[in-house]
């Protein structure tokens, strides 16, 4: 027996959407029908329990229940979208995408949109998080913090959401999709205004909530620690990434293996489908159909395309290049290449969501006790692309940097500005060892990495 998509909406507790969501998606197509264009149309719930932490209490609680609808127009080449949450003014939808597709100029390899598929009904329910629960996660990550230091200031979130889509389109496509999740950060801050530790720890999580006394502890440790920093001198280190700090890694790996940038020449994928552009010890799967393995699932991709578990990357060769219906037009000469990969909502085109790295043997300490002199990095922030076709970025350490002497945390460090490639980061041979301990986030599950160098370029900046 399959999954209904539906039964995830509390209907006590939030309501009934899918009277409104079901006349509104079937009114938007018969209206562009009657308008003689070719469309798709999608209803969308979203469904979100926040509880807010500050000043080591609990600030504030709050659900948010939003319906709203998303309209893609096609004609003769043309194509334009628009998206509203005002549920009673349909009609000013469709004129918005009305008037961008009249702005819009035509392209020749467009074919609309993609043909009906069907596929196994799955459940990607979570955990429900209630907000008991959530207010206890708070109060044991307080008692945990000030166990580690009495004076530590704790704030954070505790939140949790369920979404619902329906997707149709004017070649027969009626589809439903739906998932939940839940979110838990603890931030830690240690010291007087003027001269302040700072500590963080985050997570997704879907099925067992994780340790938040441990999140807190670690928090809180960082923080104490970074009361009193070394200077480091720009350079190459090796290092041991933290999963937060190897999370903001592979969000650019996945976001820059689109299809565009793969034909165009501007990716680092660019004529490599096939070779080994990673060490062997990298794999790298897109799992949206893996609920225990990744937090950004979907029976659907944005187009009502059915999604697949695949492998992106194995033992360091490219395997993969996603798409969706107007790439796989443009590209592939059939808009039914599409690979279930779309986007939707924010993010347009087709991207891998859903990466899960294989783990190794090595804990984040076993790997810490190999290094001579090196680096620990808990995380990065202020990421950016310097250079698309290599994989070059730059950005900033933080929530912790330490130096790594002889095996041992030898105290914390000075955040850093790195300007690294990730390939070359990630490269055969310098890759060491991948951890074993993987951590959920929003678009990838991931373990710590132990590198045998990483490219700092400058001191981050500071007041002195």
Do not use: C
């Not at 926040?50 to 080591?56: H, N």
């Not at 004017?170 to 700072?198: H, Q």
């Not at 070394?230 to 890694?249: H, I, Q, S, W």
């Not at 578990?309 to 443009?330: N, Q, W």
């Amino acid at each position: 027996m399959s999954w209904d998509p539906r039964s995830i909406i509390d209907l006590g507790e939030f309501g009934d959407p899918f009277p409104t969501l079901d006349t509104g998606v079937e009114k938007l197509l018969y209206m562009a029908r009657e308008k003689g264009y070719e469309a798709q149309v999608s209803g969308n719930v979203r469904l979100e329990g926040v509880t807010r932490f500050a000043v080591s209490q609990v600030t504030q609680h709050h659900d948010l229940s939003t319906l709203s609808f998303s309209l893609v127009l096609y004609k003769d080449g043309r194509r334009a979208s628009a998206n509203t949450t005002l549920v009673d003014d349909l009609v000013g939808l469709m004129k918005q995408a009305e008037d961008g597709l009249n702005s819009s100029p035509p392209n020749k390899f467009d074919q609309g949109f993609p043909s009906p598929r069907q596929s196994e009904l799955i459940d990607l329910s979570a955990k429900v998080w209630t907000t008991d629960e959530r207010a206890d996660s708070v109060i044991a990550s307080v008692n945990a913090a000030e166990e580690i230091n009495p004076d530590v200031i704790v704030a954070g979130t505790s939140s949790t959401v369920t979404t619902f889509s329906r997707i149709l389109n004017t070649e027969g496509t009626d589809v439903e999709s739906s998932s939940s999740g839940n979110y838990f950060k603890v931030n830690a801050i240690v010291g007087p205004p003027e001269s302040r530790g700072y500590g963080q720890e985050e997570t997704q999580w879907r099925y067992d909530a994780p340790s938040f006394e441990t999140f807190a502890r670690e928090a809180t440790r960082t923080a104490v620690d970074t009361l009193t920093l070394k200077n480091f001198k720009p350079g190459e280190y090796e290092v041991v990434l933290g999963p937060r700090a190897v999370t903001d890694l592979m969000n650019f790996v996945q976001f820059g293996t689109g299809p565009v940038g793969f034909h165009e020449g501007t990716s680092f994928t660019s004529d490599r489908l096939g070779d080994q552009i990673f060490d062997e010890k990298i794999s790298l799967h897109d799992l949206p159909r893996s609920p225990s393995k990744a937090f950004f699932t979907r029976l659907f991709d944005g187009e009502g395309v059915p999604t697949q578990d695949r492998v992106f990357v194995h033992k360091g060769s490219l395997e993969f290049i996603p798409y969706d219906s107007f790439t796989a037009a443009k590209y592939l000469g059939d808009k039914n290449e599409a690979t279930g990969n779309a986007g939707g909502g924010f993010f347009g085109g087709a991207f891998l969501g859903s990466a899960v790295m294989e783990s190794g043997v090595k804990s984040v300490r076993e790997q810490i006790a190999e290094v001579g002199d090196g680096l620990y990095v808990k995380s990065f922030w202020y990421n950016r692309f310097t250079d698309r076709r290599r994989g070059g970025l730059t950005g900033l350490t933080r929530n912790g940097l330490y130096h790594i002497k002889d095996g041992e945390l030898a105290g914390a460090v000075r955040n850093l500005r790195y300007t690294e490639s990730f390939v070359r980061a990630l490269e055969p041979g310098n890759v060491i060892s991948v951890g074993k301990d993987s951590r959920m986030f929003m678009f990838n599950t991931v373990p710590s990495l132990h590198l045998g160098r990483y490219r700092f370029s400058s001191v981050a900046h500071s007041m002195e």
